[in-house]
């Protein structure tokens, strides 16, 4: 009849075949996968190439000459002028104000009822 080595060959044999059964079917999984993900960058490369060409269309000089002159009253749009252009060197400084947080926190424990120098045994 049968041998143990037949037995054990028939078990390998049946154990690759499984083996190699699953491995194709996570490689067409994986592939399916990349398929779409595929699909998914090809759709949105077609979107940005359809939105650059809005853009150009909708940022055309004649286009927004036409829209300036058709909203000029509305908006009040005057033309730039060469002395309204100016660096960052020439801009005014703008002070900094740091606010004192120390005395709002102070004031508040003082109303409160608190010692403001002594919190949980934490001297501040």
């Known amino acids: 009849m049968f041998r143990t080595s037949d037995i054990v060959l028939i078990a390998v044999m049946v154990s690759a075949a499984a083996f190699t059964y ?7 999984t ?6 779409k993900i595929e699909a998914q960058i090809k759709l949105e490369e077609d979107t940005i190439t359809l939105l650059r060409a809005d853009w150009s269309l909708l940022t055309q000089p004649s286009r ?7 909203y000029r009253n509305e908006l009040a749009l005057q033309p730039v002028e060469a002395n309204q252009i100016v660096g960052l ?6 002070p900094v104000e740091i606010q004192d947080l120390s005395n709002q926190r102070l004031g ?10 002594v919190t ?3 001297v501040q």
Not at 22 to 28: G, M, N, P
Not at 109 to 117: H, N, Y
């Open 30 to 35: 994986r592939r399916d996968e990349v398929r």
């Open 64 to 70: 927004l000459q036409k829209l300036a002159e058709t």
């Open 89 to 94: 060197d020439q801009l005014p400084v703008r």
């Open 108 to 117: 508040g424990m003082a109303d409160s009822g608190q010692d403001p120098t």
């Open 22 to 28: 699953k491995t194709k079917h996570e490689a067409e």
């Open 120 to 122: 949980g045994g934490i």
